[in-house]
């Protein structure tokens, strides 16, 4: 990406911007392009260098929308990502569920998507941003956002050469991921109790794949230790991500350092991974997670707004990440579009989709919970309550915003327990 490429640990162009966005992976990405797009002036600060390494492979379908939106649905179709058609489910004991194709009840193309190499993935996404108007600087690490009387008005920015600058904005969007800069400067994060894991994951030449449709399929396999699973999914150049997750007081706590035992530890309480992965090389050294589950108490303040996983983190059983990040920061983008044209720039203003994007995530965070509790299993539930398939494919989809789920948490309660929805007051405060 020569543009920029061209502008690696060089300073801003200027001192005032209408938005300075941080952190450049799809949360910060689709917030700048969106405003930029709409003659504003954004600069987007990301503290590592492009491209980089993430973990998060597998998009939910629902995606979709905001790649049409942003225009990069029909660049990412030639990109030679893996096409992702459903999700399956094995037990303890190896037995499957029957995959879960997105297309069951919707044939439209928004029910294919992708496995993707998140390096390719956020590389376009910040090519595409830098095309649309945004100033990109990579290997530029905000130190802290600059407050006045309570109301944020900008950023100190530590640059490559080790200088720092202040920068002025009318907003800044915070998207600076699990760095939470903003929620954890004010206090705001509150970790969810139950869903407090780690995980270990690493990739595979070579090993078991599907045929036909289901070669691309996401697959989550349970482990003969209780709460813990694996996810397994196809990449291109024959390679699969492969990770465990667990409770960290399983996987962390009295274990050995080394995280390549760790995992080959647990590849033997899980069979159904062990055969698929038996003849595949390694082709990435392990990495350690740790995944704990969080929300800010607040989406939004005087100047501020955060989007991803800088306002809430939610467990990767269902791969929500880049999709809560897409959307969390479309909202956002609709939001800062419409205080900067009216000129109120409260919380109020700036947060005033956090109900709406808060509704989606929890109906997600219920899913998560049930997935965890013992007397669960998804082919137990859908004996029980057949009619129930449609609503929990929307969900696995991540049509929570266009389609209806109505009914399936009431049924799903009969076999589990479910976490009480939290609820936003005006400026988006968790009750």
Known sequence: MDEMKNETGTGPARDDYDVVVIGAGPAGTTAATLIAREGRSVLMLERD????YVVGESLMPATYWTLQRLGLWERVKQDGF????????????GRSSTPFYFHEFDGHESSQTWQVDRERFDQLLVEHAVSSGVEMRDH????????EDGRAGGVEVELADGTRRRLTCRVVV????????ISRKLGLRRIDPLLQHASFFTRFRGAWRGEGIDEGATLILASEVDNCWFWYIPLAADEVSVGVVGHMDHLLKGRVKDPQQVFAEEVERCPAVAERIAAAEQTMEMRVMRDFSYVSQRIAGDGWVMAGDAFGF?????STGVFLAFKSAELAADSVLAALESGDLSGESLGRHGA?????????RKLVYAFYDPGFSFPKFLKMHPDCREPLVNLLVGNVYHKSIEG?????????ELPEARTLDGQGQPS
């Open 49 to 52: 260098r492009f491209p980089r």
């Open 82 to 93: 893996v096409k992702k058609h459903s999700v399956q489910f094995f037990s303890k004991g």
């Open 140 to 147: 530029a690490n905000v130190k802290q956002v600059l407050f």
């Open 174 to 181: 915070d998207t600076s991921g699990q760095t939470a800069l």
């Open 314 to 318: 939610l467990d990767p059983m269902y």
């Open 356 to 364: 709406d994007y808060l509704a989606g995530m929890e109906s997600m």
């Open 408 to 416: 399936l948490f009431e049924s799903m309660a009969k076999m589990c």
